[in-house]
């Protein structure tokens, strides 16, 4: 070999051939499969080498389901995340053949297995405008935040705080257009002020157990000063 020249390893095998040839654009779809198999079979080689990763994530090494080839960190390796961040999401198609192997490589080279913030931000803006399946994107949107706040409030309230000042909520009695948070009202205390305010329009049971989320994005309880409804009056009373 040439005087200076690195050894030949697992990993300069990456950095030095791999990643400049996938990274060229000319391998063909059968050349870079088999790049990616053969990077998948050798990851626990390389998986603590953060010289090898950083060379290889910003490269299309994931086959997504629509046939292109994109980098890990903007790929899913789950298809059921849609209503969480859009049908247009980029799912990974992984193959039969080392499935597992091929999942860990694409893990490892930043896609996701659980919703991106961002993601989510933007279905939210999505909901801003009325949809056919609104009420059901904003379910499973609160009933996973409302999850991932139980695990680690600290964190979901640090990439999700944007969430607050979108109008993304569905209301009772209005399917055409998201609200804001901060003008929707919890519906436990409905019957105090019924024909006053904005009611949530999600599940009850969905409500209740999301409760502390939803304080917390800033739907209100009840307004002091409203005064409760007059209880209408019965047949032959009056």
């Not at 980029?90 to 896609?111: F, V």
């Not at 409302?146 to 000042?165: N, S, V």
């Not at 436990?188 to 999600?202: G, P, V």
Request: proline content about 5%.
């Amino acid at each position: 070999g040439k005087l200076g020249a690195r050894p030949l390893t697992i990993a300069t095998y990456c950095t030095d051939f791999l990643a400049p040839a996938i990274q060229s654009e000319e391998l063909s779809d059968v050349q870079r499969e088999a790049a990616t198999r053969w990077i998948a079979t050798h990851l626990s080689e390389i998986r603590d080498q953060p010289a090898v990763r950083d060379a290889l994530r910003p490269l299309h090494l994931v086959r997504c389901t629509d046939g292109i080839w994109r980098q890990g960190l903007d790929v899913y390796l789950r298809d059921d995340l849609r209503l969480l961040v859009g049908d247009d999401a980029p799912i990974a198609a992984t193959p039969t053949m080392h499935r597992e192997a091929h999942r860990d490589l694409y893990e490892w080279l930043g896609a996701a297995r659980e919703p991106r913030p961002r993601d989510i931000e933007v279905q939210c803006h999505r909901l801003r405008r009325g949809s056919a399946n609104r009420r059901q994107i904003a379910d499973a949107i609160i009933e996973h935040l409302a999850r991932r706040f139980r695990d680690d409030p600290e964190k979901t309230e640090a990439e999700f705080a944007a969430l607050k000042q979108i109008a993304w909520l569905p209301i009772e009695g209005d399917r055409s257009r998201g609200h804001r948070p901060e003008l929707v009202y919890l519906r436990y205390q409905k019957s105090l002020f019924q024909s006053q305010a904005r009611f949530i329009d999600i599940g009850v049971v969905l409500e209740r157990v999301s409760g502390d989320f939803l304080r917390w994005l800033g739907l209100n309880e009840q307004r002091t000063g409203w005064r409760r409804q007059s209880p209408r009056t019965r047949p032959g009373e009056g």
